[in-house]
């Protein structure tokens, strides 16, 4: 008898333990969650049900807290604005991977890795294009920067030389990206702009130049993976990351997985939606007619493989779409990314949303849709014109 009286003691200062620790530290950690339901900093919505979780991870410094990581091939006419552009809005450090260029682009880069901001590898130094592993310029070099340079920074974002990210209300890359430590990594969504109906290529930035793209039809990433109106990027956190197999937009991870701006798990499996209110890319795809034709004759970087890109003779026509005018990244960081150059590119004429350009006879004029500020507006109404 006295055996059961024990058990039963036993068994009740247990519960007793129990409850007192599910008080002092289960109690207060729910209030706290709940006292968080307004979403981060009020910019987001707070994480739906059913996303991934956060996974809390030891506070470490870093050399850098953002840094990019690109293949590129003859962009010496563009590599500096896209730089200095990435400077502007919180990048601090460039890993790039030079597959065989036979233009200025080392002339160009040369102050920036004297200055230690850049860092060049060749393409032909990192890899064996006959590797099965790295048969692919672009996902060999990306394995070799994670590889390489994965405890150096907080987050490593992998775009290409012709695509420019930002956050869509303006100010930094890292006050938007604070608010995903929790998670290895995010999914961008870009842009594609088209020509705005330049012919040869036009004096000043990119950014100002081409201000005409393709409508947002709707957020879902493409079924077709050679879609190029609707491709994503990421952002990701390099001790986590590696490339998925033939694949540069999206990454696989060893923990975790990537979200959207909204926290919405979003992988290769799940494709997911992928939205532009909180952060985007541009991606300026095509530029002028004479800019495409000089991408067409280099190649790309994909070691042998040509790419659709190149192969479809009617490709100019499904690129070049200029639906709507969209100066939102020029009225966040135009003056300013001009400011930067120690002597400032030569302004060019940003054309009107309404017409076409009197120096461009090859594409029929069309009423375009006005992006303000995230605000979208009739090119016809606002000219005031039927």
């Known amino acids: 008898m006295r055996r059961v009286y024990s058990v039963v003691l036993s068994l009740v200062c247990l519960t007793a333990l129990c409850n007192v620790w599910l008080y002092t530290r289960v109690a207060p950690t729910q209030l706290a969650r709940q006292n968080n339901e307004g979403g981060p900093l009020g910019l987001l919505p707070p994480p739906p049900k059913g996303a991934v979780q956060p996974r809390k991870t030891k506070d470490i410094e870093y050399k850098d807290y953002l840094s990019v990581c690109t293949v590129f091939k003859n962009e010496g006419a563009y590599m500096e604005e896209w730089i200095r552009f990435h400077i502007v809005v919180g ?26 901001l850049v860092r060049v590898h060749n393409v032909q130094d990192v890899h064996v294009r006959d590797d099965k592993e790295y048969r692919m310029a672009q996902t060999g070099s990306f394995k070799h920067c994670l590889r390489e340079y994965s405890t150096e920074t907080q987050w490593m974002m992998f775009i290409d030389v012709d695509e420019f990210l930002f956050p869509s209300g303006g100010g930094s890359l890292p006050a938007v990206l604070a608010l995903y430590e929790d998670h290895p990594g995010l999914v961008v969504r870009g842009l594609v702009f088209g020509s705005t109906r330049h012919v040869t290529r036009p004096s000043g930035l990119v950014i100002e130049n081409y201000l005409l793209r393709a409508e947002a039809r709707h ?7 050679d879609d190029v109106l609707f491709q994503v990027k990421s952002i990701v956190n390099p001790r986590l990351a590696m490339p998925c197999q033939g694949q540069s937009h999206y990454f696989c991870y060893v923990s975790g997985e990537a979200v959207n701006e909204r926290f919405e798990i979003h992988n290769t499996t799940t494709k997911g939606k992928a939205y532009i209110d909180a952060i985007r890319y541009n991606h300026y795809k095509a530029k002028s007619y004479s800019d495409y034709l000089a991408k067409k004759d280099k190649g790309v970087v994909q070691g042998k493989h040509t790419g659709k890109f190149l192969k479809a003779g009617n490709q100019w026509v499904s690129l070049d779409i200029n639906d709507v005018y969209d100066d939102l990244i020029w009225q966040h960081y135009g003056e300013v990314l001009r400011d930067s150059f120690p002597s400032a590119p030569s302004p060019s004429i940003i054309p009107d949303a309404s017409t076409s350009s009197t120096r461009v006879r090859m594409w029929p004029s069309k009423p375009a849709t006005i992006v303000v ?14």
Request: no cysteine; hydrophobic share 30%.
């Open 91 to 116: 990048v601090t450090r460039f890993y790039l991977y030079d597959d065989a260029s036979t233009d200025d682009s080392r002339a160009v880069l040369r102050p920036f890795v004297q200055s230690g």
């Open 219 to 225: 957020p879902t990433f493409a079924e077709k993976e």
């Open 373 to 386: 500020l995230g605000m979208h507006h009739s090119a016809t109404s606002v000219h005031g014109r039927s």
